[in-house]
């Protein structure tokens, strides 16, 4: 599938409004996507690691990356390659996420958890895609 073949349609562009825990001790992650339209995604049952990961990323400290993500970069500038958006979607009962790469090709990453491809996402600042079916309105207190 090449990038410009991606159902716009069927997705909303989103941004990383919170990053947290869910539990006391930081073991589950959870974070809010929300659309420019105010719906939101909300997501949990990830790693407090990649919480940490992402609030750090997003907030501009991008010194200390783990090793799985240093390996991505490197192999992307060896084949001049870019990320330049995820998409997340439901596929049974888990979130997956599919990554997009162009440069001296394109191709797509398909179906890896969607955690780590926001993490990524937010890592190298390129959009979140979320399928609209996932959004809903957000609640109020």
Do not use: W
Not at 44 to 63: K, L, Y
Not at 73 to 92: A, D, P, Q
Not at 120 to 135: C, D, E, G, H, Q
Request: glycine share 6%; hydrophobic share 40%; aromatic share 10%.
């Amino acid at each position: 599938m090449k990038i410009n073949e991606i159902q716009d349609s069927d997705y909303v562009d989103t941004k990383i409004t919170y990053v947290g825990f869910v539990d006391p001790y930081g073991v589950e992650g959870l974070l809010i996507l929300r659309s420019d339209d105010g719906k939101e995604f909300h997501m949990r049952a990830f790693s407090g690691e990649v919480a940490r990961h992402i609030t750090n990323f997003v907030e501009g400290q991008r010194d200390s990356i783990p090793t799985i993500y240093n390996m991505i970069e490197e192999i992307s500038e060896l084949n001049e390659l870019l990320l330049v958006r995820i998409i997340v979607y439901e596929s049974g009962s888990v979130l997956r996420a599919n990554l997009y790469f162009t440069g001296k090709t394109e191709f797509v990453m398909r179906n890896y958890r969607a955690s780590d491809a926001i993490a990524l996402a937010s890592f190298y600042n390129v959009p979140i895609l979320v399928r609209k079916n996932l959004l809903k309105e957000k609640m109020e207190a």
